[in-house]
């Protein structure tokens, strides 16, 4: 499975973007999809994870109540919604897909598809 983000830009304050992570080459039935991000000069941190099947979410605190996170079957895609944006959120946003337990779902190290990071921007 091969994964591809995109969706990223410059968005004002309190603006809103939809950033997609496109899988190819395979099923995404026995993974869950997540994003995480990496400002500059600061680690790479989880965002928002999807189970592809069941649906299972969860999303870090710094985001939670702005951000949503779907998939569509059809289109083997995982969407993260965000709204309300801040200056800092502004990171390159990657996504990832993982096997692990939800126990560490949020540890990037359990993570062994990435795809490429696309870059979110804040400001005015």
């Known amino acids: 499975v091969q994964l591809q983000a995109s969706g990223g830009g410059l968005v004002q304050p309190g603006g809103s973007l939809r950033l997609s992570c496109a899988a190819s080459g395979g099923t995404l039935n026995s993974y869950k999809v997540g994003w995480f991000r990496q400002a500059p000069g600061k680690e790479r941190e989880f965002v928002s994870v999807?189970?592809?099947?069941?649906?299972?979410?969860r999303y870090a605190d710094s985001v939670k109540g702005r951000v949503t996170i779907s998939r569509d079957f059809a289109k083997n895609t995982v969407f993260l919604q965000m709204s309300s944006l801040k200056p800092e959120d502004t990171a390159v946003y990657y996504c990832?897909?993982?096997?692990?337990?939800?126990?560490?779902?949020?540890?990037?190290?359990?993570?062994?598809?990435w795809g490429q990071g696309t870059q979110v921007t804040v400001s005015s």
């Open positions: 990832a897909a993982t096997r692990v337990v939800w126990g560490s779902i949020e540890n990037q190290e359990y993570y062994g598809i």
């Open positions: 999807i189970q592809w099947s069941g649906g299972g979410i």
